[in-house]
């Protein structure tokens, strides 16, 4: 998923791995030498990795060979974008050396499609819908998550993602409106594996772009949170 350099001939690498969900490893010699990792360590490859555990929390990558190259990514601007996005998205949510097979599942499916020219929007929106209900964070679409009411047939309903889902204007409303199509389109994603291979109506997609984003910000902000919660936590104890 990434790759830094680190001193004058290694790398850092983050693998989403099947097993060992997401991991950071070391792998020694990367940028002097191709000899030990030949052209294995690029983005967007399926590879069979060989580690062993380090000390602290980077792992030592011992080997690795190409199992698939999606390759085909690179031929396209978007599809780039999207892959990058997606990546982001998937460090970001899952929590290392937790295994999340699903996501791995549905990480290289989602590779794929880009490889084999889907459309890079549809399918990166896709994908972030399918790790977010995986990882347990989907929103809630088919009733208010105030009262509880199911929005009639057809309607519209309005979305705030720090209540976590669809909010009718009894209970509040909220900014971003979604559409039936858009809902139903949601509904859909979240309940299959296959990504779409045709483009949607522009309205649908722009809504669900929002929607994740409002998802993604909310996200950010409660990590943030959390993380000074804990540091101020630990200056105080440190003080006392
Ligand atoms: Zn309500």
Same mark, same amino acid.
């Given at each position: ?6 001193r ?44 062993? &555990? ?19 990514i ?7 974008g999207?892959?990058?996005?997606a990546?982001?998205v ?10 999340? &097979?699903?996501?791995?599942d ?13 459309p890079?929007?549809?399918?990166l ?9 995986i ?22 309903? &309005? ?14 409303g909220?900014?971003?409106?979604l ?11 979240q309940?299959?594996?296959?990504? &779409?291979?045709?483009?949607?109506p ?27 919660g ?11």
């Amino acid at each position: 998923m990434r790759s830094v350099d680190y001193r004058d001939s290694d790398r850092i690498v983050t693998l989403l791995t099947e097993d060992f969900g997401k991991i950071s490893a070391l792998a020694r010699g990367a940028r002097r030498s191709q000899r030990r990792f030949g052209g294995a360590l690029q983005p967007y490859v399926l590879m069979n990795a060989l580690f062993r &555990p380090g000390r602290g929390e980077l792992a030592h990558l011992e080997r690795v060979t190409v199992d698939q190259s999606f390759h085909g990514i690179l031929r396209s601007l978007e599809a780039i974008g999207a892959a990058g996005a997606a990546l982001a998205v998937i460090r970001e949510r899952v929590p290392e050396h937790e295994p999340e &097979p699903a996501v791995f599942d549905s990480a290289v499916r989602f590779l794929d499609a880009l490889n084999r020219r889907a459309p890079a929007e549809e399918s990166l929106l896709s994908l972030q819908i399918r790790v977010l209900t995986i990882l347990g964070f989907a929103p809630t679409l088919d009733r208010c998550v105030g009262c509880g009411k199911t929005p009639a047939q057809g309607r519209a309903a &309005p979305f705030d993602a720090s209540r976590g889902g669809i909010v009718c204007r009894a209970c509040g409303g909220g900014r971003l409106i979604l559409s039936a199509a858009a809902l139903r389109r949601w509904m859909v994603v979240q309940s299959t594996l296959e990504l &779409p291979e045709e483009a949607w109506p522009d309205a649908e997609r722009q809504q669900i772009h929002d929607a994740l984003d409002q998802l993604d910000a909310q996200h950010a902000t409660v990590t943030v949170r959390e993380r000074t919660g804990a540091a101020s936590g630990r200056w105080e104890g440190r003080i006392s």
